[in-house]
């Protein structure tokens, strides 16, 4: 296990201890207030589906700005430098439109709670229980990463012992959610949005004044790790040598198609933010709407990670004390004055909590109504529902406990993610790809390609992680881990489709791809027909600006 340093050390004043007394109070009052609508399982679950899409767009793009994503990419901007931005630029802005555009429309008129219920219509229950298990699996999985996120600040920082920081912070994240549910999770993900980014400007603009501003910054990244640090696709051609490991193809296919479309059309974290919109048209701006702050986040995550680098040459070298994970640690321990030190600390600890949050709410989704509801106890009172979803909430979070342990064991918390998403989302995309587009796809050849689509991967990274494998960084062989769990699940899908009965066409209604399904705007709300909410305007437009933002990194 990696413990950080003891020089990350903080001194916390009185003012900054209470800006986290004052956040907490704020937290634990907006999960009160948020209790008085939570009557049903479906108040619970997706919060009644009567949210505006500002507040669903920002809790959005908040779910994903959790610890593992603050921690986690500026230790990629420190080991890998601007490569990084791939993963916001191509690695989620064409999701994020796709799901807008064109996925939305059929998972919110079908009425599912879930993504794994989509599959239950669609195919059969064996699929539908498959799913719904990775579906667990993978979210108390990545809510241990960021169990794990907030432990090394706690540690670091503060002096928190590990085990100590991990279950004071599952509890508190427990507590809200149980009380008031996902709208709980929902609005203080809002407020966490706010407070994270007001913690982590003050970074950028302090780190980039120690290394003399913009020259500055960009005359020590040439003397120190080298101008390809400055550069998305510099080196990235067959044969080519650059930090990420890499080439063109793999980042495109592995990354900007594989991985991508899998974490954010499939990720039911994220997906349970749209479902839980007031109307159609609401669900489907909430992705499109979050895409907007999400390709300028680089600014205050990626970018503090190379100057750290630059403060801390020896970052992630053995021997040195500090590893990748330590970037924002080390950046506030040098740069923050008493004040904007605890607002830092502040919005760790709402990073922690969104992605937490994020992770637990769709598990406690996924295990009540795929698995409690579905096989063990069916045909019961939404009642008892609502009492096993508060349940299995903290059982969600004790398990969650446990798996922060396994992310210690990794230097770069952002690989051990991607590795996950490898793994698990990306061969349900496979299997709803096919499932959305092909009417001729099946309910066995959903289950067997989702199962060995799941496994291929898996058998990979083990070679790679026993040497047989020659790649040279966590990222690349991930990104290929991708392509070929993409690639199992449709070499395995499409012939036992093609050797097996599908569904009739009065059975696929409104499950499968429709022009006229997928341009439904639902029964808008007054302001819904304005032309600054229509998707393809949102959607399409976040597409071109998430190019532009590729010049700097370009020339």
């Known amino acids: 296990m990696d413990i950080p340093a003891d020089g990350l050390r903080l001194s916390m004043n009185w003012l900054d201890n209470l800006i986290l007394v004052i956040y907490f109070a704020v937290v634990l009052g907006i999960a009160f207030a948020a209790k008085r609508s939570v009557n049903t399982t479906l108040d619970f679950f997706l919060s009644g589906r009567s949210l505006p899409a500002w507040v669903t767009g920002l809790a959005f793009v908040s779910a994903n700005l959790g610890a593992t994503e603050i921690l986690g990419m500026a230790a990629n901007g420190a080991q890998y430098g601007a490569y990084t931005v791939h993963w916001y630029l191509i690695g989620a802005i064409p999701a994020m439109v796709f799901l807008g555009l064109v996925m939305m429309p059929f998972y919110y008129n079908s009425k599912v709670r879930s993504v794994p219920e989509f599959l239950l219509l669609r195919f059969s229950p064996s699929s539908h229980l498959l799913s719904a298990v990775i579906f667990a699996v993978a979210s108390v999985l990545i809510a241990g990463v960021n169990l794990y996120a907030l432990a090394i600040v706690l540690q670091a920082l503060l002096g928190w012992p590990l085990p100590v920081s991990i279950v004071v912070s599952g509890v508190f994240v427990l507590a809200y959610i149980v009380i008031g549910g996902l709208s709980s999770a929902i609005y203080n993900e809002v407020l966490q949005f706010f407070v994270i980014v007001a913690a982590l400007v003050p970074l950028t603009v302090l780190g980039l004044a120690r290394v003399g501003g913009i020259d500055g910054f960009i005359d020590r990244v040439f003397a120190g790790p080298g101008p390809e640090f400055l550069t998305a696709w510099g080196g990235t051609g067959f044969g080519q040598e650059n930090p990420l490991g890499a080439n063109w193809l793999t980042i495109t296919l ?9 974490y954010w059309t499939t990720n039911f974290a994220e997906v349970q933010r749209s479902l839980s919109a007031k109307n159609l048209s609401a669900a489907r701006r909430t992705p499109l709407i ?20 630059l403060v801390e040459p020896t970052i992630g070298q053995p021997g040195s004390g500090y590893t990748y994970n330590d970037a924002i640690p080390l950046l506030m321990r040098d740069l923050l004055p008493n004040g904007v030190l605890g607002l830092a600390v502040t919005g760790l600890m709402a990073s922690f909590m969104a992605g937490m949050a994020a992770n637990v709410s769709s598990f406690n989704t996924v295990f009540t109504t795929d698995i409690w509801q579905a096989y063990i106890k069916p045909r019961m009172p939404d009642a008892h529902y609502l009492r096993v979803g508060r349940v299995i909430t903290a059982v969600g979070v004790v398990v969650g406990m446990g798996t922060a342990f396994i992310a210690a064991s990794f230097s770069n918390i952002m690989n051990y993610m991607q590795t996950l998403f490898s793994f698990f989302n990306v061969p349900l995309f496979a299997t709803f790809i096919l499932a959305l587009f092909w009417k001729r796809m099946t309910a066995k050849a959903g289950f067997w390609g989702l199962l060995l689509g799941t496994l291929a991967p898996i058998c990979f990274y083990l070679a790679y992680q026993a040497g047989y494998v020659p790649i040279s960084t966590d990222q690349g062989a991930n990104m290929t881990a ?27 209604a409104g499950l499968v791809y429709s022009r006229a399904a997928a341009r439904d705007g639902g029964t808008p709300a007054p302001g819904d027909d304005a032309w600054y909410r229509r998707p393809a305007l949102l959607g399409w437009g976040a597409v071109v600006l998430a190019a532009l933002c590729y010049v700097p990194f370009t020339l």
């Open 254 to 262: 592995g990354l900007g198609f594989a991985i991508s479309f899998g």
């Open 290 to 309: 979050a895409a907007f702050p999400k390709m300028f986040i680089p600014l205050i995550v990626v970018l503090p990670g190379i100057l750290a680098l």
């Open 482 to 508: 991708a392509i070929i769990a993409f690639a199992v699940d449709i070499a395995v899908s499409v012939p036992i489709a093609l050797a097996t009965t599908p569904k009739t066409d009065a059975e696929l």
